[in-house]
């Protein structure tokens, strides 16, 4: 008898801690917004097309909660003076504090501020070296859930994030070391699940 209750017991605990939990899984266009003018040119990030899963955990019945972005490595073409000479990868995690609007209709609106890194990957063409680099986020979005769903819903979202990571190019004359300005907005659209 013990052992069924401490088994119970265990089954609401491992319901009620996942019950705050949502995953999300969606595909982002992350579009550079700037560019840096450098002794060789004027150096520019491509934007990409990323894989970008998220998982997020609910403050119980606040409207609170935390979004901690796992994204695909993520790619950018290096442009100086619009031609390609390097390719370099890094992996964006970020994190936000989020409010979320609750209310009577299906759409739950939400805003989130955090933090962002980029973690150097790998690096490709003229590029000798890439730091890590970090910066603040924000986030504003939406979660719709039909009206035939229980667990899952859509979601649509636009982030910021300000990350300039110092890179070193190599060129006929030696190496010359900026700070890429990336700074990308991130459009993106997915499914969530909640537990």
Same mark, same amino acid.
């Not at 073409?77 to 299906?106: E, M, Q």
């Not at 030696?174 to 990308?184: H, R, T, V």
């Given at each position: 008898?013990?052992?069924?209750?401490a088994?119970?017991?265990?089954?609401?605990?491992s319901?009620?801690?996942?019950? =705050?939990?949502?995953?999300?899984?969606?595909?982002? !266009?992350? !579009?550079?917004?700037?560019?840096?003018t450098?002794? @060789?040119?004027?150096?520019? !990030?491509?934007?990409?097309?990323?894989f970008?899963?998220?998982?997020?955990?609910?403050?119980?019945?606040?409207?609170?909660?935390a979004?901690? @972005?796992?994204?695909?490595?993520?790619? *950018? =073409?290096?442009?100086?003076?619009?031609?390609?000479?390097?390719?370099?990868? *890094?992996?964006?995690?970020?994190?936000?504090?989020?409010?979320n609007?609750?209310?009577?209709?299906?759409?739950?609106?939400?805003?989130?501020? #955090?933090?962002?890194?980029?973690?150097a990957?790998?690096?490709?063409?003229v590029?000798?070296?890439?730091?890590?680099?970090?910066?603040?986020?924000?986030q504003l979005?939406?979660?719709?859930?039909?009206? =035939?769903?229980?667990?899952? #819903?859509?979601?649509?979202?636009?982030?910021? !994030?300000?990350?300039?990571?110092?890179?070193?190019?190599?060129?006929? @004359?030696?190496?010359?070391?900026? =700070?890429?300005?990336?700074?990308?907005?991130v459009?993106?659209? #997915?499914?969530?699940?909640?537990f």
């Amino acid at each position: 008898m013990l052992k069924q209750v401490a088994l119970i017991a265990l089954m609401g605990i491992s319901t009620a801690s996942f019950a =705050d939990w949502q995953v999300k899984v969606g595909a982002s !266009a992350i !579009a550079s917004t700037t560019d840096t003018t450098t002794a @060789l040119g004027v150096v520019k !990030a491509d934007s990409e097309i990323a894989f970008t899963p998220s998982v997020e955990y609910f403050f119980g019945d606040t409207p609170f909660s935390a979004e901690l @972005l796992l994204a695909a490595p993520v790619n *950018h =073409d290096v442009l100086l003076d619009g031609n390609k000479v390097a390719r370099i990868k *890094h992996l964006p995690p970020t994190i936000t504090a989020k409010y979320n609007f609750k209310n009577s209709t299906r759409f739950t609106p939400y805003i989130g501020v #955090g933090g962002t890194a980029f973690i150097a990957w790998d690096e490709q063409g003229v590029a000798k070296d890439v730091k890590e680099a970090f910066g603040v986020a924000g986030q504003l979005g939406f979660n719709f859930q039909p009206a =035939d769903a229980k667990n899952w #819903g859509v979601f649509v979202d636009v982030r910021y !994030a300000q990350i300039s990571p110092e890179v070193t190019l190599i060129d006929e @004359l030696g190496n010359a070391k900026f =700070d890429l300005d990336i700074d990308p907005i991130v459009y993106t659209l #997915g499914y969530s699940y909640k537990f």
